[in-house]
């Protein structure tokens, strides 16, 4: 007897829910998006190439979000701190485009 067995015996009227699939795409519209663009630019820091996003009015956590979701389609490193998303090299164009691609306006600052 399995696991799924027992509960059945244990609780007879619950009806299982289907767990969806698509949590990432339901959070990505779930970014609020602003009038004023996002401010893209380049930093060196330590000798290394970093490129920071900054001007988000939203939520917090709705950056925070955002973040991952740059981090991970862009395979690289960074962080949030102070209201900026920090990312490990130069990818400016890269965010740029998956920023336009969900709505939102961007501004590239720097060279």
Known sequence: MDLQDQLKNLFPDHKPEKPSLDTESNSEEDLWLQDDPIICK???????????????????????????????????????????????GDYRDKIMAILKEKGFQVKRVGG
């Open 42 to 88: 380049y930093e060196k820091r330590k000798g290394k190439p970093i490129t920071i996003l900054k001007g988000y009015t939203g939520a917090t956590e709705d950056f925070k979000k955002l973040a991952k979701d740059l981090k991970k389609s862009l395979s690289v490193g960074g962080s949030f701190k102070d209201d900026k998303i920090i990312i490990q």
